[in-house]
């Protein structure tokens, strides 16, 4: 495999735990009495896993100026 399609492996893998994350993010929003400490460390990693996609389409898609 080349660079790129592990690239492109990993940020579709990094994409579905963001989601998965998302979701549970709900979850516990739902819930009458949330755990406001496991909700920041949640929403916290997913903030992480954005930035990492963030890097990773940049590699795959730079921006160039035309």
Known sequence: MN???LLRSELIQ???EHR???GAVQALEAM????????????IKKLALRDRVLVIEDLLLPDIIA
């Open 3 to 5: 660079d790129e399609a």
């Open 20 to 22: 998965d994350l998302d």
């Open 32 to 43: 009458p009495y949330p755990n406001h400490l496991q909700l920041r460390r949640l929403k």
């Open 14 to 16: 990094l994409k579905q």
